[in-house]
């Protein structure tokens, strides 16, 4: 079936509290969402994140650069569509995600599949994600990790700053005042070798799953040594966007982990790719997202569904934070469990 309309919006939902990291700071979850409809009148929705810090685009950015190709996917099917999209380099990573998210659930709908069997998903059974506690002060940050943890979160991930000594106290503390806890440390590039070797050094009494992303993404040489010295698992995140930078990173044993999120990769196809890669090099995975929209949400844990020997770890926590529930997810949050409740 041939594509006959593609348009696009802006929509924004709001969080519960602020989300602070060591980039940045919202109160919403902004994104565009993207419609593809066939000549059949089946839709296909997909969804970007305006994510400036990580991704270089903004709302605008989307907009327009969905705009400026979207006439090039007009009268071809999902497949050609989806082979073109990917040869085209003037667009960013999460405007192309949109598209590539939109042309898949299109895919599936023709191919009358829910995206759990599309990929080929045989356990349906509960998925885990961790929830973000983000970056304050330790008193608050202690408060929120208790809170959430008595919401049924077993897997926190701990946004950390330039701060490490910050850092060094929270992770304590909350290690010391939720022993069950699992703890995902999550630095966002703010640290250099030596911020991240004093922190590993005061850890050396806990269990921590790991440390995500200790220094700026293109100091792979610290990022190696850190993983060298660690006896904390490292995880590359914005040091890995493409299939290529996880082989660069990967093959140079700069990290023991990598963090797949469409909106870095351009979608579901490319995070494909990556997972693929992984699962040949018996390499565990992380499957994250930016703040981003119930559809995103929904195509990503679809995958999850089918690739559980890969992914360790589930980063996928946006409707936890979002102010009101969402009607349009596939799944239902439960504490850290996620149940899939729509199979069509």
């Known amino acids: ?58 709302i605008e950015t989307i907009l327009g650069s969905i705009g400026s190709v979207k006439e090039l996917f007009l009268h071809l099917t999902c497949s050609e569509a989806l082979d073109k999209l990917h040869t085209i380099s ?16 299109l895919l599936a709908q023709e191919q009358k599949k829910a995206l759990y069997e599309y990929f080929a998903a045989k356990d349906l059974t509960f998925l885990k994600t ?17 809170k959430a943890y008595s919401n049924k ?18 992770v304590r503390k909350i290690a010391k005042e939720l022993p069950s806890v699992e703890i995902l440390v999550d630095a966002n590039q703010a640290w250099n070798l030596e911020k991240a070797t004093l922190f590993i050094n005061n850890m050396l009494d806990l269990k921590i799953e790991l440390i995500e992303q200790p220094v700026i993404a293109s100091d792979l040489e610290s990022l190696k040594k850190i993983t060298e010295l660690s006896h904390i698992p ?72 089918a690739y559980r020997d890969v992914i360790k770890y589930i980063d996928l926590d946006s409707p936890l934070l979002y102010k009101e529930p969402s009607n349009e997810l596939d799944f239902e949050f439960n504490g850290c469990k996620i149940i899939l409740i729509k199979k069509y």
């Open 1 to 58: 079936m041939k594509i006959t309309k593609i348009s696009a919006e802006v929509k924004k939902i709001a969080l519960k509290t602020p989300f602070k990291t060591a980039l940045r700071e919202t109160s919403n979850v902004e994104f565009v969402r993207v419609y593809v409809e066939d000549e059949n009148g089946h839709i296909g929705i997909g969804e970007a994140s305006a994510t400036k810090a990580i991704t270089g685009e903004d």
């Open 234 to 305: 490292i995880l590359a995140d914005e040091a890995v966007f493409t299939l290529e930078d996880a082989k660069k990173v990967l093959e140079s044993k700069s990290a023991d982990m990598i963090n797949i999120k469409f909106m870095k990769c351009g979608g579901v196809t490319k995070a494909i790719e990556i997972l693929e890669y992984a699962r040949q090099s018996g390499v565990k995975c992380m499957l994250g997202s930016m703040l981003e929209g119930p559809y995103s949400i929904n195509m990503a844990l679809h995958l999850a569904l």
């Open 130 to 146: 961790d929830v973000t506690v983000s970056l304050n002060s330790a008193e608050e940050m202690l408060c929120d990790s208790k």
């Open 153 to 170: 979160m077993e897997m926190l991930k701990v946004k950390v700053g330039s701060d490490v000594l910050h850092a060094i106290d929270i």
């Open 90 to 105: 003037e667009i960013g990573s999460s405007a192309k995600a949109s598209l590539d998210i939109a042309f898949v659930h």
